[in-house]
């Protein structure tokens, strides 16, 4: 298959996707994010636009630079800085994440740019129920730099993947993937920026996916 250079090609079927799902409950989210929050605007946007039943009960978010929480105010959610650094072990934090979003009542939650490894702690909390977006076509290039990594290998595709979270980096299962093809004077600004798009595009649908996965059968 030949991608144009504006072409982009999500990797499951659209027939398996109904964003609204079948459900009468809208879907609680608790959304964790650690920089600017474009993947958190685009799930708020699919609510509002009514392509997505659910609505988010809390931001949780761990740099205080971020700017994530600011989005979160312009939409009306409340957001919780958890400093990491506050932290000293990796467990302690989680522990402290899976307080503050079962306070906010979350059955799902969206790591929407989360910068932070992942402990059992966290993971048991919600099986099966917490959701990460990675800028690759996985299980190319996982972990950091996902994007760099691409741009270094040499490959003439990449793209981003929605999956569900486990505890071994970027390997869950893969709920949707978007192809996204590298240009020949992309760099890793220009490749990340045409990436994000799909991002967005394919987040809250992966969300809706999962939700309807989950009420047929366990992954």
């Known amino acids: 298959m030949t991608l144009r250079p504006d072409s982009t090609v999500?990797?499951?079927?659209?027939?398996?996707?109904?964003?609204?799902s079948d459900q009468s409950t809208p879907?609680?989210?608790?959304?964790?994010?650690?920089?600017?929050?474009?993947?958190?605007?685009?799930?708020?946007?699919?609510?509002?636009?009514?392509?997505l039943n659910a609505q988010i009960q809390v931001l949780v978010y761990n740099?205080?630079?971020?700017?994530?929480?600011?989005?979160?105010?312009?939409?009306?959610?409340?957001?919780?800085?958890?400093?990491?650094?506050?932290?000293?072990h990796r467990e302690a934090f989680d522990q402290q994440i899976v307080k503050t979003?079962?306070?906010?009542?979350?059955?799902?939650v969206i790591m929407?740019?989360?910068?932070?490894?992942?402990?059992?702690v966290l993971i048991d909390a919600f099986?099966?129920?917490?959701?990460n977006i990675h800028p690759s076509l996985l299980p190319s290039f996982k972990g950091i730099n996902a994007v760099e990594q691409a741009l270094a290998s040499g490959v003439k595709i990449t793209g981003c993947t929605v999956h569900l979270v486990c505890l071994e980096v970027d390997s869950g299962p893969?709920?949707?993937?978007?192809?996204?093809?590298?240009?020949p004077d992309d760099t890793a600004e220009t490749l990340h920026a045409r990436i994000q798009i799909q991002e967005h595009r394919i987040l809250p649908q992966a969300i809706a996916l999962a939700a309807q996965k989950s009420n047929n059968f366990r992954f």
């Open 10 to 20: 999500s990797l499951v079927a659209p027939s398996m996707i109904n964003c609204q």
């Open 27 to 51: 879907l609680k989210l608790g959304i964790m994010a650690s920089g600017s929050g474009s993947n958190f605007e685009a799930i708020a946007q699919a609510i509002a636009d009514e392509q």
């Open 63 to 88: 740099n205080p630079t971020a700017k994530a929480p600011i989005r979160a105010a312009n939409r009306g959610v409340e957001a919780v800085l958890l400093n990491h650094r506050d932290y000293i």
């Open 101 to 108: 979003l079962q306070q906010y009542d979350v059955d799902w």
């Open 112 to 120: 929407a740019g989360w910068m932070r490894l992942v402990t059992p």
């Open 127 to 131: 099986t099966d129920r917490i959701i």
């Open 174 to 183: 893969i709920l949707i993937q978007a192809a996204v093809p590298i240009l």
